[in-house]
């Protein structure tokens, strides 16, 4: 089978390569996916996982991505809940082989059925981006109707889908990012927005519940504008700052088959809208991951 590979750490994007790997073996509760549609975090050859297993024995050449849609091929001993040629769509294990190659073993568990009125770059693009969304809000920030809720990164992957979660929830939303996000993070329903080029953070007042994907001083900075007993949730490491009198929260996203079902529902009931940005082949995945190349909404890469 074709797949991306990286070679380096140090390499970084420069040691992607498209290459003829062995096809994928289904181990005990694996199924192996024929890909259809992949996704990607920018970040994960960051991440140790992306390198190592769960013994922390190096895994190099690996391959990246961790979001993907596609059609069951193979049931690996014991593995229930799923059939051949079924569609499904869902999250790659992080410390094994990933997305991006024509074919995945991924634990059943990590996988929920994908609709046949949900198109395969959708079904990529919403496992880690509505899993996260939906975990920060209400799994660790516990949001409540009545409460207002900052989200950082309001027209991004994570931040679209969670201002639109929050707004139907009943919270008030306030959204930030740059200027040129403004009218998209408007469209998706946030109540106000913040430039945080332009704008004073500070003067949002004080929110309930601030979701955090930027990190560094934004993510600070967000801590102050916790009201007491409020919470920050952080995507982008552990936090460097508290608010008072209350909590702050580092997480990463676990899969979920049944919420996983619950979002898919949300989409074909028109109630969530998964922002789609480029789509390139396989081919051109490792340009993809350049900063440069990559747009508004989620990055996604066809296989099929």
């Known amino acids: 089978m074709k797949a991306i590979t990286v070679q380096d750490r140090a390499a970084g994007v420069g040691g992607m390569s498209l290459v003829d790997r062995p096809h994928p ?67 790659a294990d992080w410390t094994r082989n990933g997305s991006l190659a024509e074919f995945a073993a991924v634990e059943a568990r990590n996988l929920a059925p994908l609709p046949a009125d949900i198109d395969y770059t959708v079904g990529a693009a919403l496992p880690i981006s509505g899993l996260t969304a939906w975990q920060a809000l209400f799994d660790h920030g516990r949001l409540e109707p009545g409460q207002t809720v900052l989200v950082h990164g309001a027209a991004g992957g994570v931040g679209s889908i969670a201002v639109q979660l929050a707004r139907e929830a009943g919270a008030t939303v306030i959204g930030t990012g740059r200027a040129h996000n403004r009218e998209a993070a408007l469209d998706l329903g946030v109540h106000s927005f913040v430039d945080l080029e332009a704008d004073r953070l500070e003067d949002v007042g004080e929110v309930d519940l601030v979701l955090d994907v930027f990190g560094g001083e934004i993510g600070d900075r967000s801590a102050g504008v916790v009201r007491a007993g409020g919470t920050l ?29 619950d979002l898919a529902q949300r989409v074909r009931d028109g109630r969530l809208r998964v922002l789609v940005g480029a789509v390139h082949p396989l081919e051109e995945a490792a340009a993809a991951f350049a900063p440069g190349r990559r747009s508004q909404g989620k990055t996604i890469i066809r296989t099929i």
């Open 25 to 91: 073996h289904a181990a005990e509760n694996d199924v192996v996916v024929r890909v259809h549609a992949a996704g990607f975090t920018p970040g994960e050859l960051e991440w140790p996982g992306t390198w190592t297993d769960r013994a922390g024995r190096d895994r190099t050449p690996s391959v990246p991505g961790h979001e993907l849609s596609g059609v069951v091929a193979e049931l690996g001993y014991g593995t229930t809940g799923l059939t051949v040629g079924q569609r499904v769509f869902g999250l």
């Open 233 to 261: 949730v952080t995507i982008a490491g552990p936090p460097n700052a508290w608010p008072r009198d209350g909590r702050a929260i580092f997480f990463v996203v676990e899969a979920d088959r049944a919420r996983l079902a």
